[in-house]
């Protein structure tokens, strides 16, 4: 199976950068896309952005100029840098995969447990 595990949360201030990062373990054939997702107090999980194998990448309109997806194959890793946060950004982010793994022949999503992100005014 897959493992996903988030890191890189914490609280920053309104202005600030953020790097989070996502490591995929297991028995991985193959990655399709890696995604994040975050989900504020009160409101339902939302996409974030996403990059497929190929480096195609698709962000929120909330957050385009200001956050960036990009992955390591080598490592299957993916990360989200974030700048200019803002309380809104205050969520808790989620890493998703969709991948192959060794005994299977179909592609299926593993999901993180998920980081903290916390942004001051």
């Known amino acids: 199976q897959v493992q996903v595990v988030e890191s890189g949360g914490g609280l920053v201030q309104s202005g600030g950068s953020l790097r989070l990062s996502c490591a995929a373990s297991?028995?991985?054939?193959?990655?399709?896309?890696m995604a994040w997702h975050r989900q504020a107090p009160g409101k339902q999980r939302e996409l974030v952005a996403s990059i497929t194998e190929g480096g195609i990448t698709n962000y929120a309109d909330s957050v385009k100029g200001r956050f960036t997806i990009s992955r390591d194959n080598v490592k299957n890793t993916a990360y989200l840098e974030m700048n200019h946060l803002n309380p809104d950004d205050t969520a808790v982010y989620y890493c998703?995969?969709?991948?192959?793994?060794?005994?299977?022949?179909?592609?299926?999503?593993?999901w993180g447990r998920g980081t903290q992100v916390t942004v001051s005014s």
């Open positions: 297991g028995s991985i054939f193959r990655i399709h896309t």
């Open positions: 998703s995969c969709n991948a192959v793994v060794s005994f299977r022949v179909d592609s299926r999503d593993y």
